[in-house]
């Protein structure tokens, strides 16, 4: 059982890593590295923050309860690795939205006017959104039982609706790049399918296995935390709850 | 429960419609209309085909077995149903395929080059080995019941991964289109968002809203046609279980 996840798990760690080596690679090798200065290297964080951030942050902490060496700690412990990582995450997508938005500045491109930043957009808003529930419902102590049992159901679904929306953008985002920076310099570039089109169109594909590997993981019930667990329940009850125990 | 069900159901309906309403109106009167005659009328059937079969048929296929008043019934007559219209968007989505290699062909523009041509080739790849899977496995009467068993969460599981396939692919279609045809005529002119980009990129927003009102329904586990029905069970015995009846 455990060595199954433990397989798909490894899988998705590999394809975590090959994803940022490979946005990375195309920042460095072929748009001319990174900057924060207003210039087109400026623009190069985008996709950079946004992989690492909505794809590689958000899916791997998004199995961390499925671990099941964690099991046997408090969940707690838990939730807060669950919530610092996505609060990484949305930090290094708010980072790669304003690395488009000051880029976009610079060279006076309008913002937000294809499908991919419309898309990428709602992406965060909602994850923002979640995170902030996901605060209020499950970290802070005084949340009732009855928000915490009926927003959970939610808030999974709500996470796999989000994972599917960084897909999308991410996809749409690397189309879009290399349709507008190939197809800038010589007409129609992008479909003679030079080694750049080839590299980055395989990390579209590699984004899209790292988020379907998450999808198998979460969709595996056996996988799941066990949640009889009275130890970690008493010491993690909400404050209404603890005082009627007292 | 079943108006919760029929309240997202009919959501899912008006956004069908909506979206085949929206990427007609495209073709028609943005693009001048639909040929199947190699010229750049050809190409307007590949949104078409490719929105009707792989989201709208698709989605509405998925959720069929949801329909309580089909619970009553025969489960060989909707799993006909189901299989049926999958073959129809399999059918368009192949359709739409060749739409765009026909017109490639025509203006020596070479196939498969794009992050979303490869993932949309995935898409109807996966598409067809699922339906082909599908079919041996649930519909061939030979089909042993640990083959059916063990073949149903697959299916299932795959039949949402091809949707967030699909969605990807139309999402980042739409933004390829629209960078291509837009920007050709003159210089970055998607990013004034002319009537055609805001009309096509909600385009795209309502079939990411359609493909997760379909996530959304399948997700409940109470609107899941229930198991426990033998007087269809008997109706749909594989033969060896029959005969051992007999």
């Given at each position: 059982?455990?060595?199954?996840?433990?397989?798909?798990?490894?899988?998705?760690?590999?394809?975590?890593?090959?994803?940022?080596?490979?946005?990375?690679?195309?920042?460095?090798?072929?748009?001319?590295?990174?900057?924060?200065?207003?210039?087109?290297?400026?623009?190069?964080?985008?996709?950079?923050?946004?992989?690492?951030?909505?794809?590689?942050?958000?899916?791997?902490?998004?199995?961390?309860?499925?671990?099941?060496?964690?099991?046997?700690?408090?969940?707690?412990?838990?939730?807060?690795?669950?919530?610092?990582?996505?609060?990484?995450?949305?930090?290094?997508?708010?980072?790669?939205?304003?690395?488009?938005?000051?880029?976009?500045?610079?060279?006076?491109?309008?913002?937000?006017?294809?499908?991919?930043?419309?898309?990428?957009?709602?992406?965060?808003?909602?994850?923002?959104?979640?995170?902030?529930?996901?605060?209020?419902?499950?970290?802070?102590?005084?949340?009732?039982?009855?928000?915490?049992?009926?927003?959970?159901?939610?808030?999974?679904?709500?996470?796999?609706?989000?994972?599917?929306?960084?897909?999308?953008?991410?996809?749409?985002?690397?189309?879009?790049?290399?349709?507008?920076?190939?197809?800038?310099?010589?007409?129609?570039?992008?479909?003679?399918?030079?080694?750049?089109?080839?590299?980055?169109?395989?990390?579209?594909?590699?984004?899209?296995?790292?988020?379907?590997g998450v999808f198998g993981i979460l969709s595996v019930k056996k996988w799941q935390r066990p949640e009889a667990d009275p130890e970690n329940h008493v010491n993690y009850q909400p404050y209404h709850v603890s005082s009627q125990i007292k």
């Amino acid at each position: 059982m455990a060595s199954g996840f433990y397989f798909l798990y490894g899988l998705c760690l590999c394809l975590s890593l090959l994803c940022a080596l490979f946005v990375v690679s195309w920042g460095l090798y072929w748009r001319g590295g990174f900057a924060w200065d207003g210039s087109q290297l400026h623009f190069n964080w985008h996709p950079v923050l946004m992989v690492s951030g909505l794809v590689i942050l958000y899916g791997n902490s998004a199995v961390v309860y499925r671990l099941p060496f964690t099991w046997k700690q408090k969940k707690l412990i838990w939730k807060l690795v669950h919530a610092g990582m996505m609060f990484l995450a949305l930090l290094l997508s708010g980072l790669g939205l304003s690395a488009t938005f000051d880029f976009h500045r610079a060279f006076n491109i309008p913002h937000l006017y294809s499908v991919h930043s419309w898309v990428g957009i709602s992406t965060v808003v909602l994850f923002s959104s979640q995170w902030l529930l996901g605060l209020a419902g499950f970290l802070l102590p005084c949340s009732p039982t009855w928000i915490r049992t009926s927003l959970k159901p939610v808030h999974i679904w709500m996470g796999k609706v989000i994972l599917v929306f960084s897909l999308i953008s991410c996809v749409s985002g690397i189309n879009e790049k290399l349709l507008l920076t190939l197809n800038g310099v010589s007409a129609a570039l992008y479909n003679t399918l030079p080694v750049e089109a080839v590299f980055v169109n395989f990390l579209g594909i590699l984004i899209v296995a790292f988020g379907l590997g998450v999808f198998g993981i979460l969709s595996v019930k056996k996988w799941q935390r066990p949640e009889a667990d009275p130890e970690n329940h008493v010491n993690y009850q909400p404050y209404h709850v603890s005082s009627q125990i007292k």
